[in-house]
């Protein structure tokens, strides 16, 4: 009995390992993950395994802000099942990234941006001995071309984040409750018209939207929307962007 009473709060309990076969992924790429369970000093009921896709998103409150984690999808790995003193048993499960993931592998130093796997053991009556695993998002094509056009006309990434919300515009609106923006500023110390130009992507099939904020010396700010295939190369991002930026 006082065993029970410890794995109940965690101590000599059940444990559950997430196993990516690949942690480096992009958007809306399909993983396979190994969820390893393990059995601790007693026998416990499983009430279920789900798995949950996360990042971190900033939430403005007037003048202040703060962080929470937000689930931009969620599995149900297994129903409810008995798990034996000592057992282990492995998982397999394939799943797929939700297209508007955040990047997080900018070159950039501020970069507030968070991915992980988060895996939820839910036992009766017992603390969820819950596993995370971070992911390394990488940027599609589109989006170093994106970074590479910004550079050459003048402008360099200070900052990433993601902000709670939606993006909704005439022409297309996001759907995950969260966009990231990326921060650009003037690269050199001279006047330019433009101060900052913030930028989002909202991937659609094999087309990206993008969206930018346009913080204006003179005009205040302003907003701008382009779509562009996502095969496009660097001359044609370059002349996207070039007429707005210059």
């Known amino acids: 009995m006082f065993k029970k009473l410890l794995a109940a709060i965690g101590v000599g309990g059940a444990s559950v390992d997430t196993r990516l076969l690949n942690a480096s992924l992009q ?23 789900e798995l949950a896709l996360m990042t971190r998103v900033k939430v403005s409150d007037g003048d202040s802000s703060h962080f929470i984690n937000h689930c931009l999808a969620s599995w149900r790995i297994s129903e409810g099942f008995e798990l034996q003193a000592g057992e282990e048993r492995e998982l397999p499960f394939i799943g797929q990234l939700h297209p508007e993931t955040p990047f997080t592998e900018l070159p950039v130093r501020n970069n507030q941006c968070r991915v992980w796997l988060q895996t939820g053991l839910a036992i009766d009556y017992a603390i969820d001995p819950g596993d995370q695993d ?12 994106l ?19 939606y993006i909704n515009t005439s022409g297309f609106r996001s759907g995950s409750g969260c966009y990231q923006e ?4 003037p690269a050199g110390l001279g006047i330019r018209l433009l101060r900052e130009v913030e930028l989002t992507l909202v991937p659609a099939g094999k087309q990206t939207h993008i969206l930018l904020e346009l913080d204006r010396a003179f005009r205040g700010d302003g907003y701008l929307s382009l779509t562009l295939d996502n095969q496009a190369d660097y001359p044609q991002v370059l002349a996207a962007l070039q007429p707005h930026l210059v």
């Open 147 to 165: 970074l590479q056009a910004m550079e050459e006309l003048g402008f360099v990434l200070k900052k990433a984040d993601v902000e709670q919300g």
């Open 27 to 49: 958007p809306g790429q399909t993983f396979e993950a190994r969820i390893v369970l393990k059995g601790g000093e007693v026998s416990q009921s499983i009430a279920g395994l």
């Open 182 to 185: 990326l921060e650009f500023v």
């Open 134 to 145: 971070l992911l390394q998002i990488q940027p599609t094509q589109l989006l170093l071309h």
